[in-house]
């Protein structure tokens, strides 16, 4: 059974930097893709940045040039550092991973974590 756990949310200044860490376990040595997907007080939890199974990373418009997804398959954790946040880029943090076009759609994950809250004010 494939289970996450999310780590590393703080309170931040605006413009500071922030590393999440994310354990995912249950995989056992098949390939997935990984993600972090944010969810903001009144909205719907949204996919920001997922790394494939390849390693290639993609990001939405919004994070793109200020966060960096990336993963250690050895130690089955994937991270996000995030750089210059803003206020909008608080939110609660999860990660998650699956095939990647059930991660990019968002059907079929796993059960979510508690995820990490990460607030951007000064």
């Known amino acids: 059974q494939v289970q996450v756990a999310e780590s590393g949310g703080d309170l931040v200044a605006p413009g500071g930097s922030l590393r999440l860490s994310c354990n995912i376990t249950g995989f056992n040595n098949s390939p997935y893709s990984a993600g972090w997907f944010r969810q903001a007080p009144g909205k719907q939890r949204e996919l920001v940045a997922y790394v494939t199974s390849a390693g290639s990373p993609v990001y939405v418009d919004s994070v793109r040039g200020r966060f960096t997804i990336f993963r250690d398959n050895a130690k089955n954790m994937l991270y996000l550092e995030m750089t210059s946040l803003k206020p909008e880029d608080t939110a609660v943090y999860y990660c998650?991973?699956?095939?990647?076009?059930?991660?990019?759609?968002?059907?079929?994950?796993?059960?979510w974590g508690q995820g990490t809250q990460v607030t951007v004010s000064s």
């Open positions: 998650n991973a699956n095939r990647l076009l059930s991660l990019v759609i968002g059907v079929n994950l796993p059960s």
